[in-house]
C-alpha cells in the first residue's frame, strides 16, 4: 500500500525557517517525481514545489523560490521541504504528494504551518 | 497557465446531474486531473488525462475536454459527493490548480 507521512509543522513566527518531512513508503521512491501542495485556511489548493526521482531537477511557485527548497534522501525514502524567511502567507495545511505522469495519485495527510508572531 | 473553473459553489438534489468545467488559458492537450476533496482531508485523484477514470472511483463520475476547455460530469449526484473539487494541469511548470468547486446538496 503506498503510504505517504508528513510531519514537521508547527507554529514559527515571521522570518523563522521549518523543515517539512514525508517518508514514503509501499513503493519504489526512485522511480516517481514528487511534489508539495498547500492549502491556506478556507482556500484552494496551491503546487508549491516539485523535485525529479532522482532530485536532479527541482521546480517551485514563484511566490517561494529563494526562500523554499524541495530535497529528497533517495536511501530513506523521505522527501523534504526547508522552509526559510517564513512570512504570514504561507500559513496553510502542506501537502507532500507523489506525481505519477500526469497527475497525483497518492496525498499524504497533511501538516500545519502557522506563520505568526 | 491559469485554470478557471465555474460554478465556484453548487446546489444540487441528489440524483441531478452535475456539470463542472475547467477553462485553461492556454492548450494543454488532455495533462489535466481532476481531484475530490472532503473537509479536513487531502485530496484524491479521480481523473487523470482529462477522462481517464482511477481505479475505484464510481463511473457516475466522468471528464471530457481536450485543449483549453474541460468537464467534470457526476452522471447521479450521491450523498457522498458532497465535497470540493479541483482540476489541476501538468503540463507544464508551474502547475497550476483551478479555484476549486464546492458541490453541497439542496
Known amino acids: 500500500e503506498v503510504q505517504l507521512s508528513d510531519s514537521g509543522g508547527g507554529l514559527v513566527k515571521p522570518g523563522g525557517s521549518l523543515r517539512l518531512s514525508c517518508a514514503a513508503s509501499?513503493?519504489?521512491?526512485?522511480?516517481?517525481?514528487m511534489a508539495w501542495v498547500r492549502q491556506a485556511p478556507g482556500q484552494g489548493l496551491e503546487w508549491v514545489s516539485s523535485i525529479s526521482g532522482d532530485g536532479g531537477n527541482t521546480y517551485y511557485v514563484d511566490s517561494v523560490r529563494g526562500r523554499f527548497t524541495v530535497s529528497r534522501d533517495n536511501s530513506k525514502d523521505i522527501l523534504y521541504l526547508e522552509m526559510n524567511s517564513l512570512r504570514a502567507e504561507d500559513t496553510a495545511v502542506y501537502f507532500c504528494?507523489?506525481?505519477?505522469?500526469?497527475?497525483?495519485?497518492?496525498w499524504g495527510q497533511g501538516t500545519l504551518v502557522t506563520v505568526s508572531s | 497557465i491559469q485554470l478557471t473553473q465555474s460554478p465556484s459553489s453548487l446546489s444540487a438534489s441528489i440524483g441531478d446531474r452535475v456539470t463542472i468545467t475547467c477553462r485553461a488559458s492556454?492548450?494543454?492537450?488532455?495533462?489535466l486531473a481532476w481531484y475530490q476533496q472532503k473537509p479536513g482531508k487531502a485530496p484524491n485523484l479521480l481523473i487523470s488525462g482529462a477522462s481517464n477514470l482511477q481505479s475505484g472511483v464510481p463511473p457516475r463520475f466522468s471528464g471530457s475536454g481536450f485543449g483549453t476547455d474541460f468537464t467534470l460530469t457526476i452522471s447521479s449526484l450521491q450523498p457522498e459527493d458532497i465535497a470540493s473539487y479541483y482540476c489541476?494541469?501538468?503540463?507544464?511548470?508551474?502547475?497550476?490548480f483551478g479555484g476549486g468547486t464546492k458541490v453541497e446538496i439542496k
Open positions: 504528494a507523489r506525481v505519477h505522469v500526469v497527475a497525483i495519485d497518492a
Open positions: 489541476q494541469q501538468l503540463i507544464s511548470y508551474p502547475l497550476t
Open positions: 492556454r492548450d494543454i492537450n488532455n495533462v
Open positions: 509501499g513503493f519504489s521512491f526512485t522511480t516517481f517525481a
